[in-house]
């Protein structure tokens, strides 16, 4: 029988998630609260069990993407509300792919959401709150001493992978993935992990039939009922558990 998980001490506190450490030196315990938020924090909203669902969405993806060889820092779901997760030093990036074109790349570039992007495109954001995690690119993040070439160059490789099992996932749930926000680690032997969460809060998904927005794009936009942004995380946990 699995040893029972005990938190010992709140190592960080998120926007939308608190980390602890555990016993084991290597590991920790993820724990997802029920706020949502936008615009790097000043839109803010509670919402009753939002961390559930999140919880339980961001497993299920990463049980996939672990089984198809993609090494992460996820180990396995413990609750309801908490994961046991590799404990890794996180990397100050933000890696976005993009399938078709939307949000800020829409606004910044000028370009009409929804046009598709044929070879996929990788941004690199800097974890900067007093800066505004702004865009970089691999030359800034090399410069700035956060990582290496050759360590950018795996992460590409892991996103790449990473982009193309999860496309055909969701499309088989009927789900386009629009884009994505990932963040990675290095564990104590120093490789590289795939971390962070992947859920309605960090990725674009649109209903494949009709485009409805299955993500947390509403709320930034102005949807304020509760039950609603709600009911659009249970559809996507939902078509997640059809197999
Ligand atoms: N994203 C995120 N956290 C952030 C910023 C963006 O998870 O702090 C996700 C967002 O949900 C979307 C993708 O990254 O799936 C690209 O976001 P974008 O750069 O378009 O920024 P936005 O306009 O959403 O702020």
Redesign the pocket.
Known sequence: MRSRIIKNKLLLEGKTKKIYTTKNTFEVLIQYKDSITA??GLKKKFIQDKGILNNEITTLIFKFINYCGIKTHFIRKINNREQLCHKVDMIPL?F?V?NIV????S?RLGIKEGIQILNPIF?VFYKNDKLK?PLINDHHAVFLEIISYEELNTIYSILSNMNNILKKYFLDKNIIL????IEFGKNHKNEILLSDEISP????FWDKKTMKKL??DPF?IGLKKKEEILDIYMEILKRLNVS
């Open positions: 615009f790097n933000e976005v993009r939307a949000g800020s790349m606004k941004e995690d629009v884009d994505f926000k809060d960090t990725c674009r993500d947390k930034r």
